[in-house]
């Protein structure tokens, strides 16, 4: 090929590729010193600083303090228990309820499975027997951790009441904050595991041993809907709602 034509032909694919400003409701504002696909995934994803006028974000401080509540809290030693089950079941020993009850279910459909082959003698029968007693075991056995769970928790009530209570709850909005006579306390959201809400408390579930109880009572009437909805955007997927603690 000429070089004339060989130059006129790689003009003019440059000329194809070279990318042009993007106009429309995806293009990125003038001065942001970003490209199209960083504006589309948003400011979080880009990886140049952005100007405040162009990110968000960014929250002034009036806003910050808008988000923040402080109330006193008392907590009953029958909510005290009842959370208590409830961490367990989300975090302790009753973590594993869902796999116990569907191990139930299916011990006892196999022992009456097995019961088509009974053939009239003692030993025909074992199989099944076995199957049955097994799966009605394992509701017992939770009963049992339930109520070994309860009785941990009427022990740790005195020892929660006497270091803190009375106590003052603040909610910051990366943080809580529990200050009592003896101690405060301080708990970023980011490392707690979830919040359960309940009928009657939030529940923020810290870890395995720890957990922080909310008791809705506690909230102010004109703050607790704002409590509720900062809870559920702070925690987003982690926020769950339960009616019962056999549910989660």
Not at 11 to 39: H, L, N, V
Not at 102 to 114: E, K, P, S
Not at 231 to 246: D, E, N, Q
């Amino acid at each position: 090929m000429p070089r004339g034509k060989y130059r006129l032909l790689t003009g003019k694919m440059s000329a194809m590729t070279e990318r042009k400003p993007t106009k429309g409701k995806y293009a990125a504002p003038r001065g942001a010193g970003i490209t199209r696909r960083q504006w589309r995934l948003g400011c979080r994803a880009c990886q140049y600083p952005l100007p405040v006028a162009v990110c968000g974000n960014n929250r002034s401080e009036d806003n910050m303090e808008q988000q923040t509540a402080a109330f006193p809290v008392t907590v009953p030693k029958a909510l005290y228990v009842k959370a208590s089950v409830y961490h367990a079941r989300r975090a302790g020993a009753l973590r594993n309820t869902a796999v116990l009850l569907v191990a139930c279910g299916l011990l006892l459909l196999a022992g009456i499975y097995v019961f088509r082959w009974y053939t009239g003698s003692f030993l025909s029968v074992l199989p099944a027997l076995f199957l049955l007693s097994a799966g009605l075991l394992m509701p017992l056995i939770l009963w049992l951790e339930v109520g070994s769970v309860k009785r941990k928790a009427e022990k740790e009530y005195g020892t929660f009441s006497a270091l803190m209570q009375p106590m003052e709850l603040t909610l910051k909005p990366d943080s809580a904050e529990v200050s009592a006579a003896s101690l405060k306390l301080h708990d970023p959201y980011a490392l707690m595991v979830s919040c359960t809400e309940t009928s009657d408390f939030f529940l923020l579930i810290k870890d395995r041993d720890r957990f922080l109880l909310i008791p809705k009572a506690a909230a102010p009437e004109n703050q607790k809907a704002d409590v509720t909805d900062f809870l559920r955007m702070t925690f987003a997927r982690r926020y769950i709602r339960s009616r019962h603690w056999l549910f989660g």
